[in-house]
């Protein structure tokens, strides 16, 4: 047995080693994102969810000036990948009809690393749209302004890829301003490189799908849960009244038999 057990292990080992590791030689992933149990809903409202996600900061300016920037949350589910971002533009500024004339978020996927990116976006306006030589998946992106800007929310179908895939991206804050005549700066994913514009897959890290979330109350789903907490003190309650009242019972039996010895010793007395 122990003969055939080392060749299975080498074997293992063997299959192990020949996993192709990323191709990214150069470049590094920016950290782990957590899983998350159901969906949530793409409204730009912050689902409490991210506040346990990956956390990444948007700000390696390309040219310009750091007038803008922003937090990106990543968490996934089964099917899809969920960003949060939430964006400081203090100039609101919007040119046509078209996206990207308009402050917004863009995200930028090199899904299967072959240094071609996909590109999808959401504007302040609330108004989405994806262009890219690999097919856009399906997606759907939301947002709200704030005080200090907008916050922008995007689902991106992951099309099969699940815990330990790694997914080349890069995101980019589209900052439009007027001076004089409309101008604009581009804030970028801080990444390892820091270096390549949007379009420069090659200098994408990337995420990797890493475990479940330890989220430690429910967020979207738990309201099921919330729900079924009172059956399960109903079925608790039965147990406590059935432990009380099996203690209650050896009680009893005990001064039962404690009063059957000492009416024993007493007849026993008596009988003297
Ligand atoms: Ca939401
Ligand atoms: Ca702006």
């Known amino acids: 047995m122990k003969k ?8 293992a080992l063997l299959v192990c080693s020949a996993i192709p ?3 990214y030689s150069q470049n590094a992933s920016y ?16 689902d409490d969810a991210y506040n346990y996600g990956l956390k990444l900061k948007i700000n390696r300016v390309l040219g310009g000036e750091l007038a803008a920037q922003g937090d990106a949350y990543y968490v996934y589910s089964d099917n ?3 960003i949060y971002t939430v964006v400081t533009d203090s100039t609101d500024c919007h040119v046509d009809d078209e996206v990207w004339n308009a402050d917004c978020v863009e995200m930028l996927f090199d899904w299967d690393d072959s240094n071609s990116a996909v590109q999808y976006r959401v504007n302040s306006d609330n108004v989405s749209s994806g262009d890219g030589d690999g097919g856009i998946r399906d997606f759907s992106g939301a947002s709200v302004r704030t005080d200090a800007g907008y916050n922008v929310e995007f689902r991106i179908a992951l099309d099969g890829a699940a815990k330990d895939s790694n997914i080349g991206l890069m995101m980019m804050v589209t900052d439009l301003y007027t001076d004089g005549s409309v101008d604009q700066n581009n804030i970028m994913l801080a990444s390892s490189l820091n270096e390549g514009g949007p379009w420069a897959a090659e200098t994408y890290d990337y995420l990797t799908l890493g475990d479940v979330a330890d989220i430690p109350v429910e967020v979207e789903e738990t309201a099921p849960a919330a729900e079924e907490a009172p059956a399960s003190d109903d079925t608790a309650a039965p147990s406590v009244t059935a432990a009380q009242t099996s203690d209650a019972s050896l009680v009893s039996a005990a001064l039962l038999a404690l009063s059957a010895a000492g009416a024993f010793v007493f007849a026993k007395k008596k009988s003297r």
């Open 31 to 46: 950290g782990s994102v957590p899983q998350i149990s159901g969906e949530l809903d793409v409204d730009g409202v912050m």
């Open 80 to 82: 899809y990948l969920y």
């Open 21 to 23: 590791t990323f191709a």
């Open 4 to 11: 055939m057990l080392f060749p299975i292990l080498l074997s």
